[in-house]
């Protein structure tokens, strides 16, 4: 059986990317594998949060799980700072890395932006808490965005180096799984650009709690191009778009891949449906898509989140359970490394 581990921070609002990208992907894997699902805390607070929002951001993202479908019986929910596990392997980690390989990731100078010197050294070090995140569980399989793939293969290399250097079969190495319908959503603003909770304008993305006039009117003003919409020739033989047409067209692409992700048809069926229709009757279809799957979740979230004492016992038992995973795998690393335990 596979073990899986993946987590969301609870740093902003979830949207259409974190749920096609990776929660709605969470719900599939529980069937046949182990799976661990975090709320990252500990990874939020590399960009300043407040406080009172974070414990509620928190509880977002954990309704957000179970509201998608994430069953607490069989997955383990909880959140990344009740587990202390976590930051001890990051603090090992953090002296297996090479600062080389960190000084080569994208989303730290994304994140950090010109002032570099003003970021946090979390957020220098954030690759290394998610190797720890995995590696605390013997994680061996993370489904992530297209996003994360470079941190998934430094984690890799952190495992390969910390079993090197012991001379030790310890740790897995990792497998992404990126594929999916839709594993990297952009922004509906900008077809170039992810869609993220970050971006200051909350027109760029879907979030999960949007209501169905709000999805409307995101949907009615989503960036398009002044083209008809394309015949399936756009479409390559491993059913996805051409990277030619993602690149002429990117906006057409985006809003065709997100309506076939969510309508549960292929990319070709969508094409195929929408053929030479102009973008405003394809809109108008997209908002019913979107509606009808995010509406129900997000009137859970809400409900959830308004009285929290479900969420709040699904993390405290969660923690408990993943407790009982991580400490003893510690403790086995403490042993390696050759800490004393008198
Ligand atoms: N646009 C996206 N398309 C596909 N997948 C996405 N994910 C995020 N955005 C997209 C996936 O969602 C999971 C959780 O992401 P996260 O919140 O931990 O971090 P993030 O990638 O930094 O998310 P945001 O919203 O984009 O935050 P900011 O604005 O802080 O950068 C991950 O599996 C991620 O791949």
Redesign the pocket.
């Known amino acids: 059986m596979k073990r899986i581990f993946?987590?969301?921070?609870?740093?902003?609002?979830?949207?259409?990317?974190?749920?096609?990208?990776?929660?709605r992907r969470f719900v599939d894997l529980q069937a046949d594998n182990d799976c661990i699902y975090c709320v990252?805390d500990l990874?939020?607070i590399t960009?300043w949060q407040d406080p009172a929002e974070l414990r509620q951001r928190t509880r977002e993202?954990t309704a957000g799980y179970l509201a998608a479908g994430i069953d607490p019986k069989k997955s383990i929910i909880f959140n990344q700072s009740q587990v202390a596990a976590h930051a001890e392997l990051a603090w090992v980690f953090n002296c297996v890395t090479r600062l080389g390989w960190l000084n080569r990731m994208t989303?730290f100078k994304?994140?950090a932006g010109k002032n570099r010197e003003k970021a946090s050294s979390g957020l220098y070090v954030y690759p290394n808490l998610m190797a720890a995140d995995i590696l605390v569980y013997k994680g061996t399989h993370?489904?992530?965005?297209?996003?994360?793939k470079q941190h998934l293969e430094l984690t890799r290399d952190i495992a390969q180096k910390f079993n090197n250097d012991f001379g030790v079969e310890y740790f897995p190495i990792v497998e992404p799984l990126?594929q999916g319908a839709?594993?990297?959503?952009?922004?509906l603003r900008d077809g170039t650009k992810?869609?993220?909770?970050?971006?200051p304008s909350d027109a760029a993305?879907i979030n999960m709690t949007d209501d169905a006039d709000a999805v409307a009117k995101k949907v009615r003003r989503a960036t398009s191009d002044a083209e008809l919409l394309p015949d399936p020739s756009v479409i390559g033989p491993d059913g996805q778009f051409t990277a030619e047409f993602r690149q002429s067209r990117p906006e057409a692409a985006n809003l065709l891949t997100i309506f076939a992700a969510l309508s549960g048809q292929t990319l070709a069926d969508t094409v195929g449906a929408f053929e030479g229709k102009g973008f405003a009757d394809f809109k108008k279809e997209m908002t019913d898509v979107a509606v009808a799957a995010l509406g129900p979740m997000g009137a859970e979230m809400k409900r959830m989140v308004e009285d929290p004492s479900h969420v709040d016992s699904v993390l405290r038992d969660g923690a408990e359970r993943a407790r009982a995973l991580a400490d003893p795998i510690l403790a086995e690393v403490y042993d390696i490394v050759g800490f004393l335990r008198p």
């Open positions: 993946s987590g969301v921070q609870p740093s902003g609002d979830l949207h259409l990317g974190n749920y096609l990208g990776a929660i990252v990874h939020a960009v993202v989303q994304d994140k993370v489904p992530v965005g297209e996003d994360q990126i839709a594993p990297r959503v952009m922004s992810k869609m993220s909770s970050s971006d993305r």
